[in-house]
Each structure stands twice: as structure tokens, then as C-alpha cells.
């Protein structure tokens, strides 16, 4: 099967292609050279972080952040079971037992009202994900985190330019993580990620771990004069190729955003009319809460209407795709983790979730064509 439209193609701005070449001609191409240093400085201006490092992956982002927060085997960490593997794996590789709460239906967010109980003498963190970059209930959350001396580390994967009450989504924990893979909205070259460092207690541990337990980090910058063995650690460093695809994008932030929400909004105004007339719902984004329309979602009556929709789109040759089989219902998942309390909507909201295509680039005609599509199957 062949798609005239696809689901997504990665982010390209144009200017990519000249700052791989300098990268390359620079014969300088491993990590934090010319390019890793600019995004990273990038980064620390624009979130106001004190620290933003950038790592091979959101994967790699995550598992730092276990590191850092001092994960043990046996501890509890809080999070929503819809959500990609990432989120919970980070921390089962440090021993952690992962215990699920309920989503909300509106946003697919974890539901703040239900991470309290959740809470045991064993819990060490609460990890928010801001699905399709609509943020979660930081205010409630942070309030939780604070009450009970816990840490927050949100993944903020799918959340670059997003923002809750004013404020980056990936700065308010005391840790965040950002992506970009290819089928984010920012993509260095296919895969990447960046760890946000907003708790500054956090921040030399941070390098150290990155350069293989090394103090390599302060070592160019000329603070101490040779660098050796210091602590545990791992390479969490990406190569300035990839650095250099990023430097590209970030020159065009504004651009790439302004464009995906414009397409977003017309998918919104489009399908509001099957929403009032109750055939579908579509996203919320509370009040608070700037996106970034990393995607656009619709959600049909249940399981089998989402598969017709599906096939129904296909023969149009346009891909549409789901995601996410609940973490607590997969293999293991049920080795790694028990779900608090009752799965009233994660499973059911999960089932009945279909993202369109969307990414920068996509033309007019191609978004009305995927919304007469939808419209045809709906029959009007
Ligand atoms: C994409 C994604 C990740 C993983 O990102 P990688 O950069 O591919 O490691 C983690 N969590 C969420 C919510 C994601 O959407």
C-alpha cells in the first residue's frame, strides 16, 4: 500500500543540508562541538533552564533523569500507563516498581486528582507526560510533589513550544525531557533528545554522568586541568551531525510551529460540527494551556468505528495511525508494575484515539482532502 499522504514526514526547513556540511568540513564531529554548543545555549535562553544538555534520545533524557534523582530498586514512581515505553522503562532500569493512575478523558493526561492516593512510603517520583503537547495539571501536581517530598520529572517528549500558565512545559519538575525523534515536531536528524536540567543541584552530576562518568564537561571548560573516572555513568553525548540537523530547526522554531498550528486549527473548525452532533470528540486544551500541535487526534465512537475510519481513510490513501496499547496491560507491564486503583478510561479512551497526518510542510490541499475524507465517512 502506498499513501499519497503519509502520516508524517520529518520536520526540513532547508538550511540543514549547509550546516551538516560545515559540521562536516569542520573535521570536528563528535558530541558538544560548535553546533551542540549552540543548541544547548539555545535552549537555556529560551527555557531560562539552568541547565539543558543535549542527549542521543528522549530515551537517553529520561534514563539520566532516573540516574540523577537517585532511583533505587523498590522505589515507586507515579505515572500514566498511556504512554510510550520510554517514560516508564527509564526507571524500571534502575529497579523501580512503576505504579499507573488513570488518565483524564479530555486531555489523556494523568489525572492529577488520583495521584495522591497512589503515594506510598516507597513513592520517590511523579512523572507527568504532556500528551500531543497539551500540558498536565502542573500546579496540582507540583503542590503534591512538595507536600510529600517527592521529585517530578516531566517527559515532555512530544512538548517543545509548549506552555502552561506562561511557563515552557519541561521547565516547572525539577527535571525535564524533550524529543526529537523524527516524527516529533522538531527533529535532529532522525533521533535526539534534550535533558532539562531545572533543579540546579543537578547540574554538574548531569555532565558528568553524560561523559561516562567522567569530569571531561569541566575539564574544556578549563576548571579542572585533567579529567579522569569520577562517578557512575554512561556516553549520553549525540554527534554534532546531529546537533548541526538540529541548529536548523531551532533557527525556524517559530516558523515550524506557527505552520503546524494553523493546520491543526483547521482540522479543529472542520470537525466541530461532527463533534456537536456528538459522532466524535476532539482535543481540549484547558484553560492555562498553550500547545504546540504536535498532532491532532479525533476519537470515534469505539474500537471497531476507529478501524473502519482506518481502512476508510486507506483506500483514500491516507495513513492515520493509533498508539499506545496501555503500558499496564502489555507484557511487562505486568512484571514491572500494578495500576492504582481503576482503569476507567485508559484503556477505553486508548481504543477509540485516531491521529491524522500531520506535519510541517503539509499543504492545503492535502489537509482538506484528509477532512473530506472523515467527512465522506461520517456521510456528510
Ligand atoms: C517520543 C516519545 C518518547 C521517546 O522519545 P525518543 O526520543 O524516541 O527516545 C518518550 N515519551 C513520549 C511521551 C514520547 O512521545
Redesign the pocket.
Known amino acids: 500500500m502506498t499513501y499519497s499522504i503519509p502520516f508524517n514526514k520529518p520536520p526540513y526547513t532547508g538550511n540543514e543540508e549547509q550546516y551538516l556540511l560545515n559540521a562536516v568540513r569542520s573535521e570536528k564531529i563528535s558530541g558538544d562541538g560548535f553546533y551542540g554548543r549552540k543548541c544547548q545555549a539555545w535552549f537555556e535562553k529560551f527555557l531560562g533552564c539552568p541547565k539543558a544538555l543535549l542527549t542521543p534520545?528522549?530515551?537517553?533524557?529520561?534514563e539520566m533523569a532516573a540516574f540523577l534523582i537517585g532511583i533505587q530498586p523498590g522505589d515507586e514512581v507515579i505515572m500514566p500507563s498511556y504512554?510510550?515505553v520510554?517514560?516508564a522503562n527509564a526507571f524500571v532500569l534502575r529497579g523501580a516498581k512503576i505504579v499507573f493512575v488513570d488518565i483524564r478523558p479530555d486531555t489523556m493526561n494523568i489525572d492529577e486528582s488520583l495521584v495522591e492516593q497512589a503515594i506510598t512510603s516507597k513513592t520517590r517520583a511523579i512523572v507527568p507526560?504532556?500528551?500531543a503537547g497539551v500540558g498536565c495539571d502542573m500546579d496540582a501536581i507540583m503542590d503534591i510533589a512538595d507536600r510529600y517530598g517527592l521529585f517530578v520529572v516531566e517527559?515532555a517528549?512530544?512538548a517543545m513550544m509548549s506552555r502552561y500558565k506562561n511557563r515552557h512545559l519541561g521547565t516547572i519538575g525539577h527535571i525535564g525531557?524533550y524529543?526529537?525523534?523524527e516524527?516529533?515536531n522538531y527533529t535532529s536528524g532522525g533521533?535526539?533528545?534534550l535533558l532539562i536540567i531545572n533543579d540546579k543541584q543537578f547540574s554538574e552530576r548531569a555532565e558528568i554522568i553524560r561523559e561516562k562518568g567522567t569530569n571531561r564537561s569541566q575539564f574544556f571548560r578549563g576548571m579542572v586541568d585533567k579529567y579522569s573516572w569520577v562517578d557512575i555513568g554512561s556516553s549520553y553525548l549525540p554527534s554534532e551531525l546531529q546537533a548541526a540537523y538540529l541548529w536548523g530547526q531551532l533557527e525556524k522554531a517559530e516558523e515550524i510551529n506557527t505552520s503546524r498550528l494553523q493546520i491543526w486549527q483547521r482540522y479543529y473548525e472542520a470537525f466541530n460540527y461532527l463533534e456537536d452532533r456528538k459522532l466524535l470528540a476532539l482535543p481540549n486544551i484547558p484553560q492555562g494551556c498553550v500547545h504546540n500541535a504536535h498532532m491532532f487526534y479525533l476519537k470515534t465512537k469505539d474500537l471497531s468505528e476507529r478501524n473502519a475510519l482506518i481502512e476508510h481513510l486507506k483506500k483514500d490513501k491516507i495513513m492515520a495511525v493509533f498508539h499506545y496499547i496501555p503500558l499496564h496491560s502489555a507484557a511487562a507491564g505486568k512484571k514491572f508494575s500494578r495500576f492504582n486503583g481503576v482503569d476507567k478510561y485508559t484503556t477505553l479512551e486508548s481504543e477509540r484515539l485516531l491521529r491524522l497526518p500531520m506535519y510541517f510542510g503539509m499543504t492545503e490541499g492535502e489537509v482538506g482532502r484528509v477532512i473530506t475524507s472523515v467527512n465522506a465517512f461520517y456521510e456528510i
Open positions: 534520545s528522549c530515551t537517553h533524557a529520561l504512554t510510550f520510554s517514560t507526560v504532556h500528551y517527559d517528549a512530544q525531557a524529543s526529537f525523534h516524527t516529533k533521533e535526539g533528545g
